[in-house]
Each structure stands twice: as C-alpha cells, then as structure tokens.
C-alpha cells in the first residue's frame, strides 16, 4: 500500500467524520462524502503540484478510506442523541466522563463496524456483484468525479466556497477577541409570527437545500405551515368547542405526543410494505436465487474471516454485557440487524439512499415488543445498527468503485478497515466537543431523526388520543403522497432551518444543470464543519 495515500486517506476520514457529525444533527439529511473527497483530493495534488501517476485509482483508494468516516458519523448522529431526549441524566453522567464516553463510542465504532465489513464482503459475490440489478449509483456518481474532465473546474469551485464560507462565518462570529458583525437572528413580523431568520447555521442549510432539491423541503413546509394550520388550532379546540377531548395544558407535550402518532404510522406503514415486498419476492425466487448463498466464493469469505469474527462477536458481546444486555437480547438484536443490514444495502444498491430510520425502526421494534428494553439498550441498538448498515453499504459502493477502476476487492477491504478505525477514534472525540458546547434539540444541534426515535418509544406513555390524531394525519399525508417523516421535520425543526432549507432548495431553480455547481455547497459544508470544531478549541 501506499503509505502518502494512507496518510492523506486517514486525514479525510477524520474530516469525513467531522464534518458529517455536525451536519446530521444540524439538519436531518446526510450528503455521501465520496465525490466531494475526490475533488478535495484533486485539489490536494493540484495544491502539492504532484501528480500521482495512476490518478484515478489514486483518488478511488483516497476515498475508499476517507468516505466511510461520513456515513459513520452521519448513522451515529441519527441515533446516538436519542439517550439524550430519553434519558438525559445518563447521557449528562457520560459526557462528565470524557473517557467512558469516548470508550463506548469507539468500540461501538470498531465492532459494528468490523461486523459490517465482514457482513458485505460475504454479501457481496452471493448477491450484490450484479451491475444490472445493483448499480449503485453513488459509486456511478464517484467514478464519473474522478473522470470528469472537469475536475480541475470543480476544485477551483471547492477552494472558492470554502473562502466565501469562511469570511462569512467570519462576519457572523467574529475570532477570538473580535466580535461578529452580522446580527445572529432576525425576527420575521415579531407581533404576528413568533418565527425568526436566523444566521447560526444558514451556510450549511442553504448548502444542504441546493443538494436536496425542493422534493425534500416542500414536506418541510408543508410541515411548517401545521404547526400553526393543524396543531395550534388541535390544541385550541376547548376555546371553540363545548367539550374537552384532552388536556390542552402543555402545548410542547401535546406537539411530541401529536408528532409521534406521525412517526407510529409512518414505522407500521414502513414495516408493513417492507414485510409485504420481501415475501413476494421470497416467493418468486427461483431455486439457483435461493442457494446463492452457498456459493464457493462465499464460503471462501467465511472460512478466511472465521478468526476475525469470533474476535468481532467477543468484543461486541463484552461491550454489550456491559451495558447490561442479556445473552438472549444480544443474540436476538444481532440477527435482526444483519437481516435488516442485508436489505438496507438492497436498497442502497438500486437507488443510491440509505434509510437509517427506517430499517433501525425494523430492528427496535420487535425489541421493544420482546424485552423489557430501556433507554440506554434502545440508544445503542440503533447505533450498533446504523454503524453496521453504514459500513456495510459504503464498503459495497467501494467495491463497484474498485471495479470501475481497476482495484482489487481485498484492497478495499483494507483500506475500509483503515478508515473505520481512524474514524473510530475521531468521532468519538467531535461528538464530545459537539455535545458539550451546544445544546441538542436547539437550532445549531436540532437532532431531529433521533428526536423522531425517541418520540416512537415515548409514544406508548402519551395520551392516546392525540397519538391517534397523529397516526390520522400521518394517514392523511401518505394518501396525499408527502413524505411523512419530513413533515414530521417541518413540525418539529424551528422555522429557521426550515427556511434556510427551502431558500438553499429554491436556488436549483436559478440554474440550468445542478451537478454542475455541486462543488460549491460542498464547501460550503466542509468550511463551516471546519469553523465550528476550529470555534469550540478556540474558546
């Protein structure tokens, strides 16, 4: 191996987990790191006027290694914070103790990720080295960055973004001892609208909004507009009604009992459908399908990590023992998620997306229903679980990359490896800066897919009829064809991220090919994920 391209590959898997850690509880989305890695790459050989002499294969390895550090941290941050809206006594206990805190995270980092890693690479020759049925668009995308003969292009718009971004973090926030210029927040009509515009975060939502386009935010507006449109006037319905249905006391207990009645209908419905697609396919399976399973390649992969799992499941076992999981419990979870594992990478392959919330809500639930689950098992089922599905997926996504230029599986395998264990260490540390200097649940840290699993388990103590009502809306928006879990963002996000959002999303509209201009919001990401944690040392 080369140890320039190690080095340089562990330094972007750092950044990958720095930058995702923020941005997934900043706003709900986590955007693939891949293409923007080969582009810094290439501005990085560009910057040392040294010009590797395979380029392709070089920037392919660079983000084989850097990549799986983004959707690591962006799974962690989907579910991680979910002890904190479920149990904050014990989430507060573990970041006074820096260590602990960092000891769990990063064996759960290793474990579930190295679980993973094996998972796909037995995945991989029974199932997924199909290019017709699993193209994996991501790794299409990531070839094409590294092809494009527009490459040096894109750098020049990388380097312009980050400048941009950095002086106007700048004017917001000042440096040391000199103070900000523009004013954080903005009131919208203060005496009609109790919404603000605020600066905190707007780079990176106006970044995220480009890159999602207006299918994503228009659910978020929509979400917005019934906060006011369909949960105040719920809430109100003593004031214009003779009777009282439940208690109008508490507007915030309402709102999360309403919004999880959204996230029940939309988990019964994701599972039903879910449950419904896999038995008709198990049905029309042919028998050559069914015992792919047994294919030499495939047991070659078993028997030459036999050593390695036995290690893996030892360290995973110990670490959940400790955490007070019953032998039964780890076994049971540990099938669940390799099941549910399986399907997520099914669905990365075909479409390019990995639903997080989705498939951690197949693996809990049944948990939930089996054992007498609590806060901190529940915390880090997810987490296991979107660890394993992250690593899984991007290590398939590597291996179509490989194909496409010229680098052998067991290679990828490895520097997937590289780049699990530095991101294993690094992610432990961001979050804990993270967490310890901005408050979860506020606009800088919304953290609003683990505010959605906590409202899910905190669903069966709230007051049944306005769960209900929830489900009955969750119901109305699937009829109508809108994203429910968005809707359930737009309700329970400030309207400040909702609207950096849709402003970010509107400018697609200004241009004529969006790919085009990628490379800007993706400096735009790494510029403020970068002045955030540089903001944190400073102080």
Same mark, same amino acid.
């Not at 015992?291 to 030892?314: E, P, R």
């Not at 989705?358 to 529940?378: E, H, K, M, Y």
């Not at 840290?445 to 969750?474: E, H, M, P, T, W």
């Given at each position: 191996?080369?140890?320039?391209?190690?080095?340089?590959?562990?330094?972007?898997?750092?950044?990958?987990?720095?930058?995702?850690?923020?941005?997934?509880?900043?706003?709900?989305?986590?955007?693939?790191?891949?293409?923007?890695?080969?582009?810094?790459?290439?501005?990085?050989?560009?910057?040392?006027?040294?010009?590797?002499?395979?380029?392709?294969?070089?920037?392919?390895?660079?983000?084989?290694?850097?990549?799986?550090?983004?959707?690591?941290?962006?799974?962690?941050?989907? $579910?991680?914070?979910?002890?904190?809206?479920?149990?904050?006594?014990?989430?507060?206990?573990?970041?006074?103790?820096?260590?602990?805190?960092?000891?769990?995270?990063?064996?759960?980092?290793?474990?579930?990720?190295?679980?993973?890693?094996? /998972?796909?690479?037995?995945?991989?020759?029974?199932?997924?080295?199909?290019?017709?049925?699993?193209?994996?668009?991501?790794?299409?995308?990531?070839?094409?960055?590294?092809?494009?003969?527009?490459?040096?292009?894109?750098?020049?718009?990388?380097?312009?973004?980050?400048?941009?971004?950095?002086?106007?973090?700048?004017?917001?926030?000042?440096?040391?001892?000199?103070?900000?210029?523009?004013?954080?927040?903005?009131?919208?009509?203060?005496?009609?609208?109790?919404?603000?515009?605020?600066?905190?975060?707007?780079?990176?939502?106006?970044?995220?909004?480009?890159?999602?386009?207006?299918?994503?935010?228009?659910?978020?507006?929509?979400?917005?507009?019934?906060?006011?449109?369909?949960?105040?006037?719920?809430?109100?319905?003593?004031?214009?009604?003779?009777?009282?249905?439940?208690?109008?006391?508490?507007?915030?207990?309402?709102?999360?009992?309403?919004?999880?009645?959204?996230?029940?209908?939309?988990?019964?419905?994701?599972?039903?459908?879910?449950?419904?697609?896999?038995?008709?396919?198990?049905?029309?399976?042919?028998?050559?399908?069914?015992?792919?399973?047994?294919?030499?390649? #495939?047991?070659?992969?078993?028997?030459?990590?036999?050593?390695?799992?036995?290690?893996?499941?030892?360290?995973?076992?110990?670490?959940?023992?400790?955490?007070?999981?019953?032998?039964?419990?780890?076994?049971?979870?540990?099938? #669940?998620?390799?099941?549910?594992?399986?399907?997520?990478?099914?669905?990365?392959?075909?479409?390019?997306?990995?639903?997080?919330?989705? #498939?951690?809500?197949?693996?809990?639930?049944?948990?939930?229903?089996?054992?007498?689950?609590?806060?901190?098992? /529940?915390?880090?089922?997810?987490?296991?679980?979107?660890?394993?599905? $992250?690593?899984?997926?991007?290590?398939?996504?590597?291996?179509?990359?490989?194909?496409?230029?010229?680098?052998?599986?067991?290679?990828?395998? $490895?520097?997937?490896?590289?780049?699990?264990?530095?991101?294993?260490?690094?992610?432990?540390? #961001?979050?804990?800066?993270?967490?310890?200097?901005?408050?979860?649940?506020?606009?800088?840290?919304?953290?609003?897919? /683990?505010?959605?699993?906590?409202?899910?388990?905190?669903?069966?103590?709230?007051?049944?009829?306005?769960?209900?009502?929830?489900?009955?809306?969750?119901?109305?928006?699937?009829?109508?064809?809108?994203?429910?879990?968005?809707?359930?963002?737009?309700?329970?996000?400030?309207?400040?991220?909702?609207?950096?959002?849709?402003?970010?999303?509107? $400018?697609?509209?200004?241009?004529?090919?969006?790919?085009?201009?990628? /490379?800007?919001?993706?400096?735009?990401?790494?510029?403020?994920?970068?002045?955030?944690?540089?903001?944190?040392?400073?102080?």
């Amino acid at each position: 191996m080369d140890f320039f391209v190690i080095i340089v590959g562990i330094i972007f898997s750092l950044f990958s987990s720095l930058v995702l850690s923020y941005i997934s509880m900043a706003t709900m989305v986590g955007p693939w790191m891949a293409p923007t890695l080969v582009l810094f790459g290439n501005l990085f050989y560009g910057l040392m006027h040294k010009e590797p002499s395979n380029k392709s294969a070089t920037l392919a390895k660079l983000q084989a290694i850097g990549a799986g550090g983004g959707i690591i941290a962006t799974g962690v941050g989907f $579910a991680f914070p979910m002890l904190y809206f479920l149990d904050p006594t014990t989430f507060s206990d573990w970041l006074d103790h820096p260590w602990y805190f960092g000891t769990i995270l990063t064996s759960l980092c290793i474990t579930a990720g190295g679980i993973g890693l094996v /998972a796909a690479r037995w995945f991989w020759p029974s199932t997924f080295n199909n290019e017709k049925q699993y193209p994996f668009p991501v790794s299409q995308l990531t070839y094409s960055t590294i092809t494009s003969q527009s490459q040096t292009k894109q750098s020049k718009q990388l380097l312009w973004s980050i400048s941009a971004t950095s002086i106007l973090c700048f004017f917001r926030d000042g440096i040391g001892k000199i103070g900000g210029f523009i004013p954080r927040s903005i009131g919208i009509f203060p005496s009609l609208l109790p919404a603000s515009i605020s600066f905190a975060v707007w780079p990176t939502l106006w970044a995220i909004g480009f890159s999602v386009g207006l299918s994503i935010t228009i659910p978020l507006v929509i979400g917005m507009f019934s906060k006011y449109f369909v949960v105040a006037p719920l809430l109100a319905h003593a004031s214009y009604l003779p009777w009282t249905f439940f208690d109008t006391s508490n507007k915030i207990t309402f709102t999360f009992a309403f919004c999880s009645g959204i996230m029940v209908y939309e988990a019964i419905m994701g599972i039903y459908g879910s449950l419904k697609k896999n038995i008709k396919k198990i049905k029309n399976n042919t028998p050559k399908a069914k015992n792919t399973f047994l294919s030499k390649t #495939f047991l070659a992969h078993v028997k030459k990590d036999a050593l390695l799992v036995i290690c893996l499941l030892l360290g995973a076992a110990t670490l959940l023992h400790y955490l007070d999981f019953p032998l039964v419990l780890q076994a049971t979870m540990l099938l #669940f998620v390799l099941i549910a594992t399986f399907y997520i990478c099914q669905f990365g392959g075909k479409i390019g997306m990995i639903p997080f919330g989705r #498939f951690s809500t197949f693996v809990l639930i049944p948990l939930l229903l089996l054992f007498n689950v609590n806060a901190i098992q /529940a915390t880090i089922v997810c987490v296991f679980f979107n660890i394993c599905a $992250a690593t899984a997926s991007d290590l398939l996504f590597d291996y179509h990359t490989g194909r496409l230029t010229g680098i052998e599986e067991r290679k990828m395998f $490895a520097y997937q490896w590289i780049g699990l264990i530095a991101t294993a260490f690094g992610i432990s540390l #961001f979050l804990w800066l993270l967490f310890t200097h901005f408050q979860l649940g506020s606009e800088t840290l919304c953290a609003q897919r /683990a505010q959605a699993k906590a409202l899910l388990i905190q669903s069966l103590n709230f007051d049944k009829i306005v769960v209900g009502l929830g489900i009955l809306y969750g119901y109305i928006l699937k009829k109508c064809k809108i994203n429910t879990a968005m809707v359930f963002g737009g309700i329970i996000m400030p309207e400040s991220i909702t609207l950096g959002l849709t402003i970010g999303s509107l $400018a697609t509209l200004l241009v004529k090919n969006k790919e085009s201009w990628l /490379a800007y919001p993706a400096g735009v990401l790494a510029a403020e994920s970068l002045w955030v944690i540089i903001s944190i040392v400073m102080q």
